[in-house]
T-cell receptor, first 114, second 112 residues
Framework: AQKITQTQPGMFVQEKEAVTLDCTYDTSDQSYGLFWYKQPSSGEMIFLIYQGSYDEQNATEGRYSLNFQKARKSANLVISASQLGDSAMYFCAMNSGNTGKLIFGQGTTLQVKP | DTGVSQNPRHKITKRGQNVTFRCDPISEHNRLYWYRQTLGQGPEFLTYFQNEAQLEKSRLLSDRFSAERPKGSFSTLEIQRTEQGDSAMYLC??????????FGPGTRLTVL
């Protein structure tokens, strides 16, 4: 069965510093995708970044990058130059198969300090 | 606004009542998903539509839950005989390909 594990319930980071949010996954599938979403207190799920299992380069989107280590089954999110608006819950998710349904981790709450 | 929309945004109901939620996906997105999120947890998959066909249902979707997507456009999720344990955020997402999935703002259900 597929599983996503996020071991950091809460994280603090100083404004303008970089932060890494951990995510490990478990799957027996060869083809899968890894996602990160941001969920502010308003509740909407905002798509941040995607990494395919066959992608050789780490995905990047602006200040977000995904540190993909396939052998270790980890897909950590790196946020550079943190901003106060980055304070939110962050979810790692995985999909595989034809349906594309997402399996989510428990989430990490990030608080950015001024 | 071309994003995924959901209505209502909030619903308060009494135990035993029926409720129905609506999701309008991004235009031309043939894939539509429903998820449920309880406080402090990640979303959990409920069901998946490709066009009008419901192709997968989670075992979380008891017989009190039913979802439809007539004509492959909007979708509805109905909960019959609501229970307090149904209180949650119900999220809808749509996509055109498996490497993206865009979520709506959700419907927060409170069952008294």
């Amino acid at each position: 069965a597929q599983k996503i594990t996020q071991t950091q319930p809460g994280m603090f980071v100083q404004e303008k510093e970089a932060v890494t949010l951990d995510c490990t996954y478990d799957t027996s599938d060869q083809s899968y995708g890894l996602f990160w979403y941001k969920q502010p207190s308003s509740g909407e799920m905002i798509f941040l970044i995607y990494q395919g299992s066959y992608d050789e380069q780490n995905a990047t989107e602006g200040r977000y990058s995904l540190n993909f280590q396939k052998a270790r089954k980890s897909a950590n999110l790196v946020i550079s130059a943190s901003q106060l608006g980055d304070s939110a819950m962050y979810f790692c998710a995985m999909n595989s198969g034809n349906t594309g349904k997402l399996i989510f981790g428990q989430g990490t709450t990030l608080q950015v300090k001024p | 606004d071309t994003g995924v929309s959901q209505n209502p945004r909030h619903k308060i109901t009494k135990r035993g009542q029926n409720v129905t939620f609506r999701c309008d996906p991004i235009s031309e997105h043939n894939r539509l998903y429903w998820y449920r999120q309880t406080l402090g947890q990640g979303p959990e998959f409920l069901t998946y539509f490709q066009n009008e066909a419901q192709l997968e249902k989670s075992r979380l979707l008891s017989d009190r839950f039913s979802a439809e997507r007539p004509k492959g456009s909007f979708s509805t999720l109905e909960i019959q005989r609501t229970e307090q344990g149904d209180s949650a955020m119900y999220l809808c997402a749509s996509s055109l390909v498996v490497y993206e999935q865009f979520f709506g703002p959700g419907t927060r259900l409170t069952v008294l």
